[in-house]
């Protein structure tokens, strides 16, 4: 299990994370979401153990990451991994290969074979989407206890994003791998990730099942006769969008409960319909009611 208790860090003077306090629990998938600037990318690079936090603790099975016996079961695959200029595909494998004694060439040569790669090309050469494939093959290849992935979609053509899913759920549930991944791409993360960690404010907002989160929000669309103003007030509401006459309310309770409050406004709509929500309207939704309390 991963524990983070306790943790900030800091730019020169500038704090980025604050407070954060995380568990993780071991063979599942879990995404960290958040706005650009969050802190996402820094929280994977303490994670990982390259940063040391300036106050907090992070634990692998009660283990701090710059331990040895540690950092040979955690890769981290940072969103633009550093290579040097004549560097070719199967260059950084020996390298890696130093580090991770037990690389699988064989699920290496299988990943590469499918997105046929050019192991002899420099990596200079390589799209960035060729890239990024690339370093999927080498992770995979090192069967980590703990892979850290940071925007790990990024110049993914739809294929491969879908070949990289199955290949991470297969981790997960076979070898028992525990993932945790940043991504742009809400989307991808509902029908992929068991949990999310929303960062915000410098630390977690919201934590928790996918699937429980969205399904503890619920939305409508209300259309009036006449432009309303000011009757959203005295009813519990997440947020309130508002154009005219049309309005798209989203409510943090069960459909049926929304239904006795749209039906309890002042002036009623003329007309009301529940709409589908999905996750990134869930991040949305908690990251604007954070602004409009703070």
């Not at 704090?15 to 958040?34: A, H, P, Q, R, S």
């Not at 009660?62 to 200029?85: C, H, I, K, M």
């Not at 259309?223 to 000011?230: G, S």
């Amino acid at each position: 299990m991963i524990k983070i208790n306790g943790l900030y860090h800091a730019f020169s003077d500038k704090y980025v994370l604050e407070d954060v306090n995380i568990e993780i629990k071991d063979g599942t998938v879990t995404g960290i979401v958040g706005i650009n600037g969050a802190g996402k990318s820094t929280l994977l690079r303490l994670m990982s153990g390259v940063y040391v936090p300036r106050c907090g603790s992070v634990e692998f099975d009660g283990v701090s990451p710059s331990e040895p016996a540690v950092r040979q079961n955690l890769f981290f695959l940072p969103d633009d991994p550093y290579y040097t200029a004549g560097a070719t595909a199967k260059s950084v494998v020996e390298m890696y290969k130093t580090f991770y004694p037990d690389f699988d060439m064989k699920a290496y040569g299988d990943y590469m074979e499918k997105c046929k790669l050019d192991t002899k090309k420099p990596l200079r050469n390589f799209s960035k989407g060729m890239k990024r494939q690339f370093y999927i093959a080498v992770s995979l290849a090192v069967k980590p206890k703990y892979l850290l992935l940071d925007e790990a979609f990024d110049g993914l053509d739809p294929l491969s994003r879908k070949r990289f899913k199955d290949e991470i759920v297969k981790c997960a549930d076979e070898n028992g791998t525990t993932v945790i991944i940043t991504s742009h791409s809400l989307r991808e993360l509902e029908g992929f990730c068991d949990s999310f960690i929303l960062i915000d404010n410098k630390t977690v907002k919201s934590s928790g099942d996918i699937a429980e989160k969205v399904g503890s929000f619920c939305k409508f669309q209300l259309a009036f006769y006449e432009e309303p103003k000011d009757i959203f007030k005295h009813i519990p509401t997440a947020t309130v969008h508002q154009n005219g006459k049309f309005v798209q309310v989203v409510f943090e309770c069960d459909s049926n409960t929304a239904v006795k409050y749209i039906e309890s406004l002042p002036v009623r709509p003329a007309v009301y319909e529940e709409m589908e929500m999905d996750f990134e309207e869930a991040f949305i939704t908690e990251v604007e009611r954070g602004e409009n309390n703070a």
